[in-house]
């Protein structure tokens, strides 16, 4: 058995054989494959973790989904319904958690995109700035006019006689009631636009309070009941939504709900909006042969920076089935799919490296989500892939 043991390892692998040896080789972690990671001895404790894993996104998403109703209404021009507000996109988008569990504690990992503080900063450009640009501009050209008017009604007051002059008061009185209408309207819409930014700033207050401990403490006391553990919350925000794929799959199935006649038109917008980086740097590795003695400052950002894995998407993949049609009958179901770019893991196909398979046959590059809702007329699901690199 020994001689066999040793005639193996001298054997080669049948595999390709990489020249370089300064890849930095990605090992997914056991959340990234399960969505938990625990270890006890007791084994009823393991059964009741997806029930308490589903309670606690539910309290989650709710917590994140609060509103100032009040606020709501002063800002808006029409009235928002309740059924409509829960298919609203002007909201905090979240992932599916990632939970690590510990003897004492447990540690929520969470994605989030902000689509709502979006929202308000670009309402206040559009409604307050904008609107207060053009308004100094009307009331610049109105003042200058009333200027000429003025100075040309006491040229003609210097002219004339005294009998003229109170001819010409009735006939120019209209000048100082025009002026004082003007800015008695002046000021009204000033204090309006003034009041509905004030507003915008309290709900930009009230977004950015959600993720302060002192109102975070109140849902930490929530999910202590639910694990009877500490729990600690690590909330990392995305600057785009096609960053995550429940995020992706989470808004599209919003705007498909509220109106599933316009599928085409918001699988095409969604597919422009995503922007994928097919640049990839296969020969990343010079930049570390080169700068190998010597670095400064600009080599740290071109070395470690344009380093780090799947930090860009090279491609996603989107799938739609159910009863999706424009009529009110549920004759048939629909399947629509759009793609752009490419799924395949970069180092494994083209690189020749080998690569890591979690839960079966998925990749390592890619994450996946189904999702399922309904209509009117039926239910439907959502399929979502997006690889990185």
């Known amino acids: 058995m020994l001689n066999l043991f040793k005639l193996n390892l001298k054997k080669k692998s049948s595999g390709k054989i990489t020249k370089n040896r300064n890849i930095i080789k990605y090992y997914p972690s056991f959340i990234r494959e399960w969505n938990n990671s625990i270890y006890s001895f007791n084994k009823n404790i393991i059964n009741l973790i997806p029930h308490s894993s589903l309670l606690a996104i539910k309290l989650i998403k709710s917590y994140f989904n609060l509103y100032n109703n009040q606020l709501d209404i002063k800002t808006r021009e029409n009235k928002l319904l309740k059924r409509l507000r829960r298919l609203s ?38 409604h307050y700035f904008k609107s207060l640009e053009t308004n100094l501009i009307s009331r610049n050209k109105i003042f200058e006019l009333i200027n000429k008017r003025s100075l040309k009604f006491l040229k003609e007051i210097s002219k004339n006689n005294i009998n003229d002059i109170k001819k010409n008061l009735i006939k120019y009185k209209y000048i100082s009631d025009y002026i004082n209408n003007y800015l008695i309207k002046f000021v009204r819409k000033s204090l309006k636009e003034l009041s509905i930014y004030i507003y915008y700033k309290q709900l930009i207050y009230l977004n950015q309070s959600k993720f302060s401990y002192t109102y975070l403490q109140y849902l930490r006391k929530f999910l202590m009941k639910v694990y009877n553990k500490n729990v600690e919350f690590n909330l990392i925000n995305l600057k785009r939504f096609y960053l995550n794929s429940d995020i992706l ?15 085409l038109k918001y699988l095409n917008t969604l597919k422009r909006k995503i922007k994928i980086n097919l640049k990839n740097n296969f020969f990343y590795d010079i930049g570390l042969k080169k700068s190998r003695f010597y670095i400064d400052d600009k080599n740290l950002e071109r070395i470690i920076l344009k380093n780090i894995k799947y930090k860009d998407i090279t491609g996603f993949r989107l799938e739609t089935k159910g009863r999706l049609t424009r009529r009110y009958t549920a004759s048939r179901s629909i399947s629509k799919l759009i793609y752009k770019g490419n799924l395949s893991n970069i180092d494994s196909s083209y690189r020749g490296y080998s690569s890591i398979l979690i839960r079966g046959n998925n990749k390592s590059n890619l994450q996946y989500t189904k999702l399922k809702s309904k209509t009117r007329i039926g239910s439907f699901g959502i399929k979502g892939w997006i690889s990185g690199n």
Request: aromatic share 12%; net charge positive; charged share 30%.
């Open 89 to 126: 996109s002007n909201k905090i988008f979240l992932s599916s958690g990632e939970f690590k569990h510990r003897n004492d504690k447990v540690t929520i990992i969470l994605y989030i995109y902000n689509r709502q503080m979006y929202n308000y900063k670009l309402n206040i450009e559009k």
């Open 249 to 263: 799959s989470e808004s599209i199935t919003l705007k498909i709900k509220k109106n599933r006649r316009k599928l």
